[in-house]
């Protein structure tokens, strides 16, 4: 195991505190009265779904939080310190050489909530919405929520490896009526890293068809050792019609803290997003996250470390264990898109499958919109024993099939 002065191997109780891994699950994975009654009870369920960290987060965060609170003000608040911009964009500069215009950044309660906004500017009810499945399925509930048709494009798979299919895109772009597309960068729930060859050509066929691409590159930060990313609108730079989605919430774990960057090149959309955007923040959201960007580099460094050997493991355990599993580690994210198809028949709902019989909460392919039979998401944000147990179990209820 690598090297943990940030203790990510220690094991965090949740109970109490509100979290929605410990609390929500029922009402987000299954019918609150379903029956998961099975080999293990629902208090040693172990926890791998919801993508947030068991891990604590960086001291550096805790200490500017600390410090924030030394003021005893806590009232209305927004983001009025031109220092925060500067340092969001130094991180993108350092990591990605990208620097965009601090003059475009606008801020979310979440990249989700911007999602939901956007589409319903952008759209007209008669109009479509091009989404890449499988797919993080509120991509779909931004467009049921407005009243937008959906329009998906299968990713294609090989080896392990996935892949977009251009001539589909290029065919679906083509419809006049489609005008938005939402794209995932790193993409979930597969953990691709688009190449900068890929990114080109989804970008070119979008623009050149006239849509509007919300870029979401919420888990940008959390790359394999050797991977890096790029984002999607710095191949663009003269284009106004890539809306960059970035934050905080995945890459250090402050997803409860309800703060997203927006960056919206296009004047005009960019004044109506702010027409009816509240710019009241939680005074400890910014903070924090600029504590995240100025100081974080090193706890960031030391979770990468720790999730590549997470990934290992995985890897090693399904090649010994369940050889007919199909998973190749990805080049981001800490979620393990894992093809378990050839030990479940066609359509069993997973989710259900493994609460049971394993008494562990992952997300199975249903819960991805599309092209996703036989799938499971694993989260791997997690401290080693926890993974070792509930691969385990994993292992052991599939083995018993």
């Known amino acids: 195991m690598p090297s943990n002065k940030y203790q990510f191997n220690k094991v965090l109780e949740r109970k109490g505190t509100n979290a929605m891994s410990v609390e929500g699950y029922r009402g987000y994975l299954f019918d609150p009265e379903e029956d998961l009654s099975g080999k293990y009870s629902e208090e040693d369920f172990i926890k791998m779904w919801v993508a947030d ?14 410090e924030r609170l030394e003021h005893p003000l806590l009232g209305y608040s927004m983001v009025a310190d031109p220092s925060y911009a500067l340092s969001f964009q130094k991180w993108c500069v350092d990591r990605y050489q990208w620097q965009f215009n601090t003059a475009h950044l606008v801020h979310a309660k979440g990249v989700i909530p911007a999602l939901y906004d956007l589409i319903g500017y952008l759209c007209k009810p008669d109009e479509k919405v091009l989404i890449v499945t499988p797919s993080y399925a509120f991509f779909k509930h931004g467009a049921d929520y407005n009243g937008i048709e959906l329009v998906c494009s299968d990713l294609k798979e090989d080896h392990g490896e996935f892949h977009i299919d251009m001539e589909d895109i290029k065919k679906k772009a083509s419809d006049e009526k489609c005008v938005l597309a939402v794209f995932c960068n790193p993409h979930n729930p597969t953990g691709r890293l688009w190449s900068t060859k890929e990114l080109v050509a989804f970008g070119d066929v979008c623009l050149e068809n006239g849509l509007t691409i919300i870029s979401d590159e919420i888990h940008c930060d959390v790359l394999r050792k050797d991977k890096i990313f790029t984002p999607l609108a710095s191949l663009f730079p003269n284009s106004d019609k890539i809306i960059t989605c970035m934050a905080t919430s995945k890459t250090f774990n402050l997803a409860g803290n309800l703060f997203a960057n927006i960056i919206i090149p296009n004047d005009t959309l960019r004044l109506k997003y702010n027409e009816f955007y509240l710019p ?3 005074p400890l ?9 100025s100081e974080g580099h090193a706890w960031l460094m030391e979770l990468t470390d720790y999730l590549d050997a997470n990934f290992k493991y995985l890897k090693e355990q ?13 080049d981001a994210t800490y979620l393990a898109w894992v093809n378990v198809s050839a030990y479940f028949s066609d359509n069993e709902n997973l989710t259900l499958y493994f609460a049971r019989n394993a008494g562990v909460l992952l997300e199975g392919g249903n819960m991805f919109v599309a092209n996703a039979d036989g799938y499971i998401r694993l989260n ?5 024993v926890i993974l070792e147990e509930g691969l385990r179990r994993v292992i052991e209820a599939i083995l018993e099939k």
Do not use: G, W
């Open 53 to 66: 960290m068991e891990f604590a987060i960086a001291p550096e965060i805790i200490n500017a939080m600390k």
């Open 380 to 384: 791997l944000a997690c401290p080693r």
């Open 318 to 330: 399904l090649d010994t264990h369940l050889p007919h599993t199909k998973f190749t580690i990805p």
């Open 285 to 293: 959201s910014v903070v924090a996250a600029k504590a995240a960007y």
């Open 280 to 282: 009241v923040e939680n």
